[in-house]
DNA sequence: CTCCTTTAGATATCTAGACAAGTTACTGTG
DNA sequence: CACAGTAACTTGTCTAGATATCTAAAGGAG
């Protein structure tokens, strides 16, 4: 019943051959790039832009859909749609896993979320031997069997990546890698004791819609996509000693690497 | 009319608090993901659907833009709803940089691309002196005048990338750079010319959901992301002599880095 | 005052139908 | 045979409701 603040939302061109809904959503899309709605703000309801625009209710969903698909708000329910906040991220840096950072006591993922003043926490984590899915047994170079290690990583609460690494069975055995905490400097500290000092990580990238299962696991909103980096260690002798599959809400991570111009 | 192929699609379970278009959704993706529905497919049509699953219209359609939303299946005015094919991938190596790839006479998309097979394309290059924007500026040191020069490249006629490079205007002027085709080597060859021997790159990489702009300039459907890449090259002062922003169809590209165990 | 109930308002889901517009195949005419 | 027209089928858009469920605020009982 309350009529809209005058000037956020234009009229409908009765004229043009763009759908309703669409002129709909472009009108909400611009009104939030343009700031007239901010972070966290409440768009007007359903009923109130049904009065506005004169259309029918699904004519109002259907431009709310297409800007939730966008990302741009979330609908809660019973409350009203509001306008998504922008999540702080976390960048990862490409000597991430240098050395030097391999030293303290703790995880990489711990230390650096505490220094940039998050609350780190890491769950569901799952170690089992396993037989190996045909990629990860071809970038391992064919072993029957591994060693998994599952688990998720969150920052204040909320999961922003989970994981899940690979060894071959016979590097792992028998190493406090197979133990819930494999102590100071993690796996690869423990990789090195062994005997198989790191040499070069292979990364690859991809990014892509999540899966139900993705959606569920990092509580990813509408619109949100996921990056997908698998990570091969190899030790001095080129041999592949670990892969790291991780899944990462998109919205929550820059990756930074540099590169030698050589 | 038509009766479904037996078994390619489930029955609804009425006890299940699980909406009925999403379970629609649900198997619909399921008999995607298991190959019961093949690459390039024809989906059930609407109207088979309603008379298959004893729902409404909306219901379907409403099932139908969720697997549409994750990009799964595409859908075309008059035809049908079909199963989106994956497109060839192209895969960006951390080494494209390296100047032995830069001898040849052709770009290193050109090249790269013809020896992947497909027909490379670029277009609606523009070049121009303009103001840098915040964020540019600030990447290269803050000049108030840079050389912009956009691009789209093509892949057997899909866009698959669109480009934009900015050089600090005293670098980049009275060289080739200004030029639509700067020479063997590109533009990274004439600024070695230019006295400004690359010495590093330093990569951003994001993923989110193209925005209306971008959806037009990659023809994009509806539920993949891109990839936005920011590039930064160093030369042996550590100046920033180049800042490239990169926007790519997710669906199209596997970014690889190698990083150094050090 | 505290706690529970009610109520109003919000989104979620679903129905049944209408017309528009693109695609394909058939049909009849020249 | 060539071709224009047409019919059937497809997705796209919109309407006008209905019921369900969640949230928050108001009101009443203790």
Same mark, same amino acid.
């Not at 956020?8 to 009104?31: C, E, K, M, N």
């Not at 009065?51 to 431009?63: F, L, P």
């Not at 060894?167 to 090195?192: F, H, K, M, V, W």
């Given at each position: 019943?309350?009529?809209? $603040? ?10 043009s051959d763009r759908a309703?809904?669409r002129q709909?959503? &472009? ?107 045909? &990629? ?45 905490? $494999? ?67 998109? &919205? ?11």
């Amino acid at each position: 019943m309350a009529t809209l $603040p005058s000037g956020t939302l234009g009229t409908l061109d009765p004229a043009s051959d763009r759908a309703v809904f669409r002129q709909i959503a &472009d009108q909400i899309r611009d009104a939030i790039t343009k700031g007239r709605f901010t972070e966290g703000a409440k768009l007007p309801s359903e009923a109130e832009l049904v009065e506005h625009y004169g259309v029918s209710r699904m004519t109002v969903r259907n431009a709310l859909g297409v800007v939730q698909g966008e990302g741009l708000v979330r609908a809660e329910h019973g409350k009203g749609v509001f306008v998504r906040p922008r999540p702080p991220v976390r960048r990862l840096a490409s000597d991430r896993f240098a050395r030097r950072h391999r030293e303290a006591g703790r995880s990489a993922f711990t230390v650096e979320a505490e220094a940039a003043g998050s609350r780190p926490e890491v769950d569901s984590l799952e170690i089992r031997e396993e037989r190996p899915s045909a &990629d990860v047994s071809t970038r391992l170079g064919g072993p029957r069997r591994v060693l998994a290690r599952r688990r998720r990583y969150l920052l204040d609460g909320r999961p922003v990546e989970f994981a899940a690494s690979y060894l071959p069975l016979d590097i792992a055995q028998s190493t406090p890698i197979t133990e819930p905490n $494999p102590g100071p400097g993690g796996i690869y500290a423990r990789l090195e004791e062994a005997g198989h000092t790191l040499d070069r990580f292979d990364e690859e990238i991809r990014a892509r819609m999540p899966s139900p299962h993705e959606i569920r696991a990092l509580e990813l909103a509408p619109g949100v996509p996921v990056i997908h980096l698998i990570r091969t260690a190899f030790d001095t002798a080129a041999r592949p000693v670990e892969v790291c599959d991780t899944v990462m809400a998109a &919205d929550a991570y820059v990756l930074a690497y540099q590169l030698p111009a050589t």
